[in-house]
């Protein structure tokens, strides 16, 4: 059985542990999350990773949204 290369861990990685940032920015436009991702490589290769560095400031501010948003359901649970 042949070990995958190196491209495809590296691209089950991202899927796996990719933030969702896609998908939580087509709920909030209300567009399906492959339009997303479509806008996302078209506007890396027209800028030269300007989008994959908009995506990952994305990828940061949901993540610490997240955190500081965290809805707790008692006093106690400080």
């Known amino acids: 059985m042949n070990k995958p290369s190196l491209i495809h861990r590296l691209r089950f990685f991202l899927e796996r542990r990719g933030f969702y940032v896609s998908s939580r ?15 996302f490589i078209y ?6 990773g300007f ?17 500081v948003y965290t809805k707790r359901s008692s006093v106690f649970d400080l």
């Open 25 to 39: 920015l087509a709920d909030r436009l209300g567009m399906k999350a492959k339009s997303v991702r479509l806008f």
């Open 43 to 48: 506007a890396s290769f027209a800028t030269f």
């Open 51 to 67: 989008g994959f560095v908009v995506y990952l400031t994305l990828a940061f501010w949901f993540k610490l949204k997240d955190l």
